[in-house]
Nanobody, 124 residues
Framework: VQLQASGGGLVQAGGSLRLSCVAS????????MGWYRQAPGKRRELVAV????????????DYADSVKGRFTVSKDNAKNTVYLQMNSLKPEDTAVYFC??????????????WGQGTQVTVSS
């Protein structure tokens, strides 16, 4: 299984960016997909995650308090793709953003996978 992230870049404060991450490989079920970030000198932290429910309508989302109301995570189950729409960006959002997924390749496992980081830089 591989995760391929894209969409980072440089933006001014108040601007928007959209990150995408595609999971590919031997996938039975994507149990959750989301984003973490790591700023220089800081620990990696959860930004947003979308957990797959029994039915699509049962999907749940969780956000870091710092991004609530500004970021939206969405998932296209048919494409095994997760998006992070980031609005009203602030300089403190500057970090390397990592795609993360919990994926089952068989009915008996669920493993963590990470994509390569994508840099998001917000200038003041």
């Amino acid at each position: 299984v591989q995760l391929q992230a894209s969409g980072g870049g440089l933006v001014q404060a108040g601007g928007s960016l959209r990150l995408s991450c595609v999971a590919s490989g031997s996938i039975l079920r994507v149990n959750a997909m989301g984003w973490y970030r790591q700023a220089p000198g800081k620990r990696r932290e959860l930004v947003a995650v979308r957990t797959t429910g029994t039915m699509i309508t049962d999907d749940s989302t969780d956000y870091a308090d710092s991004v609530k109301g500004r970021f939206t995570v969405s998932k296209d189950n048919a494409k095994n793709t997760v998006y992070l729409q980031m609005n009203s960006l602030k300089p403190e959002d500057t970090a390397v953003y990592f795609c993360h997924a919990k994926i089952s390749e068989s009915p008996w496992d669920s493993r963590d996978y990470w994509g390569q980081g994508t840099q998001v830089t917000v200038s003041s």
